[in-house]
Nanobody, 119 residues
């Protein structure tokens, strides 16, 4: 079983940047597909981005393309989400998740880190 802990959230002005980290423990993350999701108040959880086990394939929600970059460092058991040109509508709790290759759904979730975009 893998444990996930997010960090790097905070308050940023519109147009600013943040880099989120997701540190894993318990097992090496190299055998997991990883993803970022977000949940704003009174809204459903939303897919942000995903990355394959070796990092060769990435996918993004349309509204994040060109602004967000997902990456991973399997040697350090960490995943990242670099966010640029942040907008107030990006305000949410950002969660990282992991799934095994044979699973269609994410099996493990972190607690989340708050990102607030406001002037």
């Amino acid at each position: 079983q893998v444990q996930l802990v997010e960090s790097g959230g905070g308050l940023v002005q519109p147009g600013g940047s943040l880099r989120l980290s997701c540190a894993a423990s318990g097992r090496t993350i190299s055998s997991y597909h990883l993803g970022w999701f977000r949940q704003a108040p009174e809204k459903e959880r939303e897919f942000v981005a995903a990355i394959s086990q070796a990092g060769s394939t990435t996918t993004y929600a349309d509204s994040m393309k060109g602004r967000f970059t997902i990456s991973r460092d399997n040697a350090n058991n960490t995943m990242y989400l670099q966010m640029h040109d942040l907008k107030p509508e990006d305000t949410a709790v950002y969660l990282c998740a992991a799934r095994v290759a044979c699973s269609a759904s994410y099996n493990y979730w972190g607690q989340g880190t708050q990102v607030t975009v406001s002037s």
